[in-house]
């Protein structure tokens, strides 16, 4: 793919420009975050160069990078284009496949939680974090592949939000997996005794249970609404939810971290690494989505997409007369 196509590419997916520039931004945030979090010292904060440079912590964290970044591309797949004056987005191949491996990371995600939780209850032997990450990573494209074909048949005159919704839900389950198992860990806290696997139960079954009770409010939340405006919303109100979450647990964590010599146990741990979870996989959809649907509401009430220039009188223009972009370039880039 020479410059120009890669260009004329950019200019037509809304969505890529402002991702492309985040995931920049945010991989070695991932890729360090973990890392960091688990220091519970400042002896133990000069680990972290290690860590980083551990082949197994590398595989996994950048594993995660990778699913993060098609989650928040899919997310943002019934954004419309400029160009665009149907209902729905066109449905191109960037756009099913990200929802199709966005919604095939979720069953795969859901299905290893359950299955590593049955397996501690059942079989009394641990799966660390690390295993279930590459048997989610594994199961995704087997599960993709079907959801793919299914999605281009369903999805034929145009893209629908059901998979943005559906990792909306997911992530009012973690959401409410942070906050169960930091009230695990301030009830251990005062002393009270709590019956083996509870943390499992927080980590594991919680967001789950969550997914699937959210998943239906969501989509009555959505009904009868643009999809760059909804989805804009429904992000920014997530985004902002883990970041008062966070703060709210913030005080509880501190008192873990002075009462235990192995953080990495503790729900105040887990709390806060599925809360920057749900924040990283909200910001992307937040940074991109308030300027899309600002630029898609200029649109309909007559002004350039891309400068706000007033068009009402001037509608029949190949061109927005102020910046020379926008409107109907497209159009008349095509009819020429």
């Given amino acids: 793919m020479n410059l120009t196509r890669l260009g ?10 402002a991702l492309l520039t985040l995931w920049l931004v945010q991989a070695p945030l991932i890729y360090a975050l973990p890392a960091v979090v688990l220091s519970n010292s400042w002896r133990h904060l000069l680990d972290v160069p290690k860590s980083l440079i551990n082949p197994n912590y590398a595989t996994e964290q950048l594993t995660i990078i990778v699913f993060v970044c098609i989650a928040q591309f899919g997310i943002t797949a019934p954004i419309r284009r400029p160009d665009e004056k149907n209902g729905r987005a066109t449905p191109t191949f960037l756009r099913l496949a990200s929802s199709a ?4 990371l979720l069953i795969s995600a ?7 939780f049955l397996w501690n209850m059942f079989i009394s032997r641990a799966v660390n974090d690390q295993t279930g990450v590459m048997i989610a990573a594994s199961l ?7 959801v793919y074909f299914v999605l ?8 629908g939000v059901e998979v943005s919704l559906l990792l909306a839900g997911a992530m009012v389950g973690l959401m409410v997996s942070a906050a169960s198992t930091a009230f695990l860990a301030g009830v251990e806290l005062v002393g009270w005794k709590l019956p083996d696997g509870r943390m499992m139960v927080g980590l594991l079954v919680t967001p789950c249970v969550a997914w699937i009770v959210a998943t239906p409010l969501l989509w009555s939340f959505a009904k009868n609404k643009p999809p760059e405006t909804m989805l804009a919303r429904l992000a920014n109100r997530l985004f902002i939810g883990t970041l008062i979450e966070g ?15 192995c953080y990495c146990t503790e729900g105040t741990f887990f709390s806060f690494v599925t809360l920057s979870t749900a924040a990283l996989l909200c910001l992307g959809p937040a940074v991109v989505l308030v300027p899309a649907a600002r630029r898609r509401q200029r649109l309909i009430d007559g002004c350039c997409p891309v400068c706000g220039y007033d ?12 910046c020379g972009s926008g409107w109907r370039a497209e159009d008349s ?3 020429s």
Avoid: F, Y
């Fill in 101 to 104: 491996l966005t919604l095939g």
């Fill in 8 to 17: 004329h590419l950019l200019k037509r997916q809304v969505q890529l420009p």
């Fill in 110 to 116: 859901a299905c290893t939680a359950l299955g590593v």
């Fill in 140 to 146: 995704c494209p087997a599960i993709s592949l079907p």
């Fill in 311 to 322: 068009m009402t009188s001037t509608r029949n223009l190949p061109s927005c007369p102020e």
């Fill in 333 to 335: 880039a095509s009819v």
């Fill in 152 to 159: 281009r048949r369903r999805w034929r005159n145009g893209v």
């Fill in 247 to 261: 703060i709210a647990i913030l005080p509880i964590d501190v008192m873990v971290r002075r009462k235990t010599g």
